[in-house]
């Protein structure tokens, strides 16, 4: 058996950074409580063998939790686990907030466990001046105590000997935790107690105290204005989208060049005709479909985890708290909303950081009306069909089709709100939860990182919606390409044709013909597909060079604007994919919330692009 230990701390302390660092796999980083909803697991490797796994537990302020993700730590701790009673704790405290992190390292000394700290983030602390008699606070503790650094590797070789130490031993831990201990941890005299021991040992052992973060303080003072933190908050979002634009189109049109020189060496090497079309219509267009619109999936990637990074999300989440609370969300549901304009999956799952059951079931519900990247490639594909590519009052920096994708982002947010509003009256009534967050110290993110997550985050968008992607596109090439006769095949009598004119009555007030109706039925999928699908319905050959043109001018030739707005209105408000269902059934332990969930985004859908397709069509 390979020996376990786990790292336990406070959100905020490094303590997923420096799981990285032991253990050299690659974990999301962040600055703000829930990231790390679930503990995940890597092994610390010795000429190539695995000698010790490593836990990282999702992180906790004490062993009073509410929170789902915090029970799975203190379940842990206070050996509810029963297959974990071997297991060794690091505790990882924040060298810079040792006021707050030695909470924790007074309640777990009290219980009578052996401590291993790892005190982070002494670089930081250093820097502001911080000198500690760290074999005072050692004896004090009754632990072993190593200074240590995720982002310098400080310390880190100590700590793998110490844990190497750790593991080989045997551990006896065998506390008995009576049921009412666990009730004195939120009793008012236990919490004073134990603060007032807290500020007794930091007297002792400080020889020159931390100085304040003034930078941080001073960049505050704007940041969390409440007029210019919310023009920073707009103009950070404003500029994320120009950016989606601008950089990700040398990209998109190198992945179409790439794929039109492949389409065109399939075209010229395979005589047969049905093979030929299957490879370059099928699997050559349903690839070319994920690929051209990855360059503008990875930089959203790449400018959240930017955010996330610097320090600005934890207080983008406290700037919103007082305007969530009056529409029935807590402060904490900003950070599973932000979350899903990546993916609604994470979004949904993040929302185990919210303690309240009831608030925590309204943010589930309204996650659907956020903007995940999904859309991102209709969204691009419409948006380059309506929006001439011009600027804006003459400022060549904001452009039209950012502008509009902005809208639309925040338009799907501002649903989200005004549904929660609705929830917000229409659910039973509970006390409300209260918002603590720690907003940490901003900090330079590394590049390495970035690049990392980018690279990650595009890798696992690849594996989720990829494989789908493709298999739907040669599903939808097979219906658009049969029946044949003497070798021909004609779209308007294949299977796709029949398929779609049965449900064309339906979608018809909206404008949609047979031809987007086809194309919205496998989106139920991915919703990626829909471009994969209109280019095969329309006879376009995707990832061919020019391609976005060419379906741009196809889809306003044949459609109109007052349709193509009204797929776009759609598309803000349809239901998610059958993944995001699976997850809020496995969330809720329901069928009824996600069936809710389908059936309002769906009417929202239809009602909202119906007024859109209207009144467009009465203005243009």
């Known amino acids: 058996m390979i020996p376990q230990i786990a790292l336990v701390g406070m959100p905020n302390v490094g303590k997923t950074a420096l799981f990285n660092k032991l253990t050299g796999s690659f974990q999301r980083v962040a600055n703000f409580p829930g990231v790390t909803v679930e503990k ?207 950089w990700s189109a040398p990209l998109s049109d190198g992945i179409e060049f790439v794929f039109s020189f492949l389409s065109e060496l399939v075209t010229q090497n395979i005589a047969d005709k049905t093979v030929r079309s299957f490879l370059v219509d099928g699997v050559l267009s349903g690839v070319g479909g994920v690929l051209v619109f990855l360059p503008q999936i990875m930089i959203l990637f790449l400018f959240i985890q930017f955010l996330e990074d610097i320090g600005y999300l934890g207080r983008a989440a406290f700037m919103m708290d007082a305007l969530m609370r009056k529409l029935g969300l807590p402060g904490k549901a900003v950070i599973p909303l932000l979350s899903s304009h990546a993916c609604a999956i994470p979004g949904i799952m993040a929302t185990r950081v919210i303690d309240n059951y009831r608030e925590r079931l309204i943010t589930m519900m309204v996650i659907p009306l956020t903007t995940c990247s999904a859309r991102l490639p209709v969204y691009a594909l419409l948006i380059g069909a309506l929006i001439p590519n011009k600027a804006v009052a003459g400022l060549e920096f904001i452009r039209w089709p950012g502008l509009m994708l902005f809208f639309l982002y925040m338009f799907g947010f501002f649903s989200a709100m005004l549904m929660s509003l609705i929830f917000k009256k229409s659910l039973p009534h509970s006390s409300p939860s209260m918002l603590l967050m720690e907003l940490p110290p901003y900090r330079i993110p590394k590049l390495k990182n970035l690049m990392l997550v980018m690279l990650n985050k595009g890798k696992i968008f690849l594996k989720k919606a990829g494989g789908i992607i493709l298999i739907i596109s040669i599903v939808i090439w097979f219906l658009v390409s049969f029946p044949q006769s003497n070798g021909q095949s004609s779209i308007e009598s294949s299977y796709a044709a029949s398929i779609g004119r049965t449900f064309e009555p339906l979608f018809k007030p909206l404008g949609f013909d047979w031809r987007i109706t086809t194309a919205l039925i496998p989106s139920i999928g991915a919703r990626e597909v829909v471009v994969s699908a209109l280019s095969l319905v329309l006879s376009i050959e995707e990832g061919s060079e020019g391609f976005e043109n060419n379906m741009s001018m196809a889809l306003v030739n044949q459609f109109g604007i007052g349709t193509l707005v009204a797929l776009l209105v759609w598309f803000v408000f349809a239901p998610q994919c059958i993944s995001t269902f699976a997850i809020m059934r496995r969330e809720t332990n329901s069928y009824l919330w996600p069936s809710v969930m389908v059936a309002y985004t769906l009417l929202l859908a239809y009602g909202m692009a119906f007024i859109a397709r209207h009144i467009s069509s009465f203005l243009f």
């Not at 206070?78 to 297991?87: G, P, V």
């Open 40 to 246: 995940k697991t890597g092994w610390i490797s010795e000429d190539g063998q695995k000698i010790i796994e490593v836990l990282d537990l999702p992180g906790l302020y004490s062993l009073d939790a509410t929170t789902l993700d915090e029970k799975v730590t203190k379940d842990f701790l206070l050996l509810k686990d029963k297959s974990h009673h071997s297991i060794h704790f690091i505790l990882v405290l924040d060298a810079t907030n040792l006021d707050k992190s030695l909470y924790l390292a007074f309640q777990l000394k009290k219980l009578g466990y052996p401590l291993l700290i790892a005190l982070n983030l002494m670089d930081e602390a250093e820097k502001r001046g911080l000198k500690l008699d760290l074999k005072l606070l050692s004896q004090e503790l009754n632990a072993d105590i190593v200074p240590t650094s995720a982002s310098t590797g400080l310390g880190i070789d100590q700590l793998i000997i110490k844990i190497k130490n750790l593991s080989q031993a045997s551990n006896d831990l065998n506390l008995t935790i009576p049921q009412e201990v666990q009730k004195t941890f939120r009793s008012p005299s236990y919490i004073n107690g134990i603060f007032k021991e807290v500020d007794e040992l930091l007297a002792k052992v400080t020889i020159q105290p931390l100085k304040p973060d003034t930078l941080s303080e001073r960049i505050d003072q704007w940041v969390l204005h409440p007029l210019w933190g919310g023009v920073i908050l707009v103009s950070l979002l404003i500029l994320m989208f120009q950016t989606l634009f601008s």
